[in-house]
């Protein structure tokens, strides 16, 4: 591949002098166009102006005092007319979640119930942990997992201490739903990086959190004690269903695409050889069961009903119990009720589907915000959402959103709605990775919460193990809250957030294996291990953990103080290229797509024009779409610098 003219004036941190029109400069080189037209970047005269400040705002249109009569009313409907379409996209957008989470429950709801089964690998916490991503990343709805997780407590499968990392592992997986929203945002570089680094914040305050407080838990049992310590010491009684505020409003439409029953998963993870025959998709809305008495064969005498008849017929005992049979009165509405279709199959449909109507909202949604947020408004906007109070009481703020972010959460009734939501406002810079991390903090508190009124509303059996359970999640959210918010160099989260969002800035591509390695392969391979033997696991996972902590920590030190490292550890450049830096596998990701794409043009427009086309032909169209794929004019990209360590 040739390589890329440099475009315009690269500065040295890898950003462009721009006018922000998408025209052509000076020296002929066709300058990158952003997609953002009301919020757009300043234009970055000094290299050492910093990517992930806020974008600043234009005012683009007339003054309302210079608006005749008709210009005022024009735009006063218009804003009406955006602000009804933006609560419809938004409305749209919430359903898909809740419709892509019935999806990944089809495709994966049964596999996730199996993998709870076994009891032995759940005594392992590292398991336990990984089993609790997995899950949650198959189900895609932390609610549903933990649910699972205190039916099997409930029933004695499980114990309250081995469910701890589940319910650990449950809060990783659940930040996968905002992860997967901030990759529609890739299109701009920019863009994509706040949106990344907005979502991925969640991502590390919780694996940071887990790396302090799951081996705290393991050799303490802090979490089980303390809550234990809560549940003996007040005498709390069954109350009402937790609010469903949220379901109230969609439920009308997504209740007519399907409908799921959620108790076959619990059935599976508990034992019940009867649920994995059933089919996830609920056929039946409304049912009615009769108990009756009858009679019935036992295998002998000691086995016949306390205080019912027992009798023996030949070589039978008979003797009567009360059966139970359920009578099907109404049958569902939704699409997928008759269709007859397999589990999987209606998953895959649901899938392909809620993505797309998630991929086309999130779009709109950011290009109308963009087109709404001009002028004082977004002004207003902008400095109410990240203006911290007056001094001394600037550090109240932060609270103040760790408390608004509960409370929306708690509203909504989803922690991935609500982080979903402001992962697109923080990619095109309504909202900061700063503000949108206290936030993120009080979403994590909200659904905990919720929890526990659900747990309130558990029967007596069941109530305490479910609240110490709910407890153990509060708990755990909290000491992370403690951990990483209040001192402000202790917001680890937040820079590693932004370094995050500045490689896939660069490397878009990276985004999607951080995404497979952090929410499926690193769990998968865990639990593999786990699963062979702790000795195993141990043998394996120690080695790589001091690795990674040496690494870390030359890291730290060739940035900080190389005075202090022997002289081949003051940089990385004795390793093999591939092995420090992301630009060799850059080169090779970039090939290998422009390689598929010239070849899938040149085999689709060879096939339409028949056989007459030799292959020549074919080669002379690859080299071009080679050169279209290198030609800046058509790329936003710059030239990817090596990243190292």
């Known amino acids: 591949m040739a390589p890329r003219p440099e475009l315009g004036n690269g500065t040295s941190d890898g950003h462009l002098d721009h006018d922000g029109s998408g025209t052509q400069s000076k020296d002929g080189v066709v300058l990158p166009a952003y997609s953002t037209a009301a919020l757009v970047d300043d234009v970055q005269q000094e290299s050492g102006d910093d990517p992930w400040d806020l974008p600043a705002l234009q005012d ?3 003054r309302w005092s210079d608006l005749d009569t008709k210009g005022k009313v024009v735009r006063v409907l218009t804003a009406i007319v955006k602000f009804c379409l933006l609560l419809g996209f938004l409305y749209m957008f919430v359903c898909s979640l809740d419709v892509l989470s019935s999806a990944f429950q089809l495709v994966g709801g049964k596999a996730a119930g199996d993998i709870f089964q076994d009891n032995v690998v759940l005594s392992n916490p590292v398991a336990g942990l990984v089993i609790g991503v997995l899950v949650t990343v198959l189900v895609q709805s932390s609610s549903t997992s933990s649910s699972i997780v205190v039916s099997m407590v409930s029933s004695g499968l499980l114990e309250v201490r081995s469910a701890v990392p589940i319910i650990m592992g449950a809060n990783i997986g659940t930040s996968v739903t905002n992860t997967i929203v901030a990759m529609m945002q890739a299109g701009d570089r920019n863009e994509f990086r706040r ?5 991925t914040v969640h991502d590390f305050f919780n694996w940071l959190s887990v790396l302090v407080l799951l081996p705290l838990e393991v050799a303490t049992g802090v979490l089980y004690k303390l809550t234990e310590l809560i549940i003996d010491s007040f005498n709390i009684q069954t109350g009402q269903d937790a609010p469903d505020i949220l379901k109230v409003i969609t439920e009308p439409l997504t209740k007519n695409i399907i409908e799921l029953d959620k108790s076959v998963i619990s059935g599976i993870a508990t034992g019940d050889p009867a649920a994995r025959n059933k089919s996830l998709v609920k056929i039946w809305c409304k049912t009615k069961t009769l108990i009756s008495l009858q009679n019935v064969t036992v295998p002998g005498p000691e086995n016949c009903t306390a205080g019912a008849l027992c009798w023996e017929d030949g070589n039978q005992t008979w003797t009567q119990n009360n059966v139970s049979e359920k009578i099907n009165l109404e049958k569902c509405k939704h699409i997928f009720a008759s269709a007859n279709l397999p589990d999987l199959a209606v998953g895959l449909i649901l899938l392909a589907l809620s993505l797309l109507i998630l991929c086309t909202c999130l779009i709109l949604i950011v290009k109308l915000l963009n087109s709404m947020l001009k002028g004082q408004v977004a002004v207003v906007i902008k400095k109410v959402l990240n203006t ?3 001094f001394p009481f ?21 922690s991935s709605v609500f982080t979903s939501a402001i992962t697109p406002l923080v990619g095109i810079g309504v909202i900061s990775i700063e503000r949108a991390y206290p936030l993120t903090l009080g979403s994590n508190l909200g659904t905990t919460t919720t929890a526990i009124l659900a747990a309130l509303a558990s029967p007596g059996d069941t109530l305490a193990n479910a609240l110490q359970i ?17 001192i402000p160099f202790t917001r680890l989260p937040i820079r590693l957030a932004k370094a995050l969002g500045n490689h896939t800035a660069e490397y878009r591509w990276f985004a999607a294996v951080y995404l497979l390695l952090c929410f499926f392969l690193i769990p998968v391979t865990v639990l593999g291990l786990s699963i062979a033997g702790w000795q195993v696991l141990v043998g394996v996972g120690v080695p790589i953990v001091v690795l990674i902590i040496c690494v870390v920590i030359i890291n730290t030190m060739q940035s900080r103080c190389p005075q202090h490292l022997p002289g081949a550890l003051r940089n990385w450049d004795f390793l093999p290229l591939p092995l420090h830096s992301l630009a060799p596998w850059d080169r090779v990701v970039t090939s290998a797509m422009a390689f598929c ?15 007459g086309e030799d292959e020549e032909k074919c080669s002379q169209r690859d080299r071009k779409s080679l050169e279209m794929y290198d030609n800046p004019a058509l790329s936003n990209d710059e030239e990817p610098s090596q990243t190292h360590f």
């Open 60 to 62: 683009t249109g007339m």
């Open 597 to 611: 794409g010239a070849r899938c043009c040149c085999c689709c427009k060879c096939c339409r024009q028949g056989e």
């Open 388 to 390: 911290d109070f007056p």
């Open 195 to 199: 949106a990344f680094g907005g979502a």
């Open 470 to 486: 709910s407890l153990c999640h509060f708990f755990f959210n909290i000491f992370g809250i403690l951990l990483w918010y209040p």
């Open 394 to 414: 600037g550090w109240v703020t932060g609270y103040i959103a760790i408390f608004v972010g509960a409370g929306m959460t708690f509203i909504v009734q989803s």
